[in-house]
């Protein structure tokens, strides 16, 4: 019973992300969250230094176990913001289409990241929030394409107030963990196999060695 046990915290464990929401305040990163997790919306959220929340999604057949911390974006917060996304699987930056200085800020926090994050650790996906205010907008969505196309990123809009695009954006970068995860099970069932065939051979040198006359 020990060993089931173990089996499964393990388990748990293995299909635990942490997911950090980064951009400008008022930019609607708590009202995607609260929409995605409770399919509510509030107009006015104010996130004081960080804010978590754990969801479960159930995807190709399996549990995952999202565990989503939202930050304040107010710059006073900004030193001590790596300590909350730190070990991330998953990043979205967020951004507001009716403002420019918003959009810049969220290419800044993309460059925070890379401080402290390699290459392929992190899905990153770029999400232009408040699309219900298109008629307002000031970033396009070829501006955010083209940003997030050079730099390997997700890119999509949503709108926390209607609800659109909110749960699309939670899926695919769950679908983009869950291939990252094949990726990196692949690639250590070719290591093992790599090591097992160096160990045989080297095992078979040693016998062939041993029994030469």
Request: net charge negative; aromatic share 10%; with cysteine.
């Amino acid at each position: 019973m020990e060993l089931a046990v173990e089996s499964t915290s393990e388990r748990q464990k293995e299909n635990s992300f942490k997911l950090v929401l980064l951009g400008s305040a008022d930019v609607g990163k708590s009202s995607l969250v609260l929409r995605y997790i409770r399919d509510d919306f509030l107009e006015t959220v104010s996130t004081t230094g960080c804010a978590f929340f754990s969801h479960r999604v159930y995807l190709q057949g399996k549990i995952l176990d999202f565990e989503i911390w939202d930050t304040a974006g107010q710059e006073r917060y900004h030193s001590v913001s790596h300590l909350y996304y730190r070990g991330a699987s998953a990043a979205l930056l967020v951004y507001d289409i009716t403002s420019k200085e918003s959009f810049s800020r969220a290419q800044l926090w993309f460059q925070e990241l890379q401080k402290y994050v390699f290459g392929g650790e992190m899905v990153i996906a770029l999400v232009g929030n408040k699309g219900d205010l298109q008629d307002k907008g000031k970033v396009s969505r070829e501006d955010a394409q083209a940003f997030a196309e050079q730099k390997g990123l997700l890119c999509m809009e949503t709108s926390a107030k209607t609800g659109d695009g909110v749960k699309e954006v939670f899926e695919t970068v769950a679908h983009e963990l869950l291939a990252s995860e094949r990726q990196r099970e692949e690639k250590q069932r070719r290591r093992d196999s790599l090591i097992t065939l160096e160990e045989s051979h080297s095992s078979d040198v040693r016998h062939r060695c041993c029994n030469f006359h």
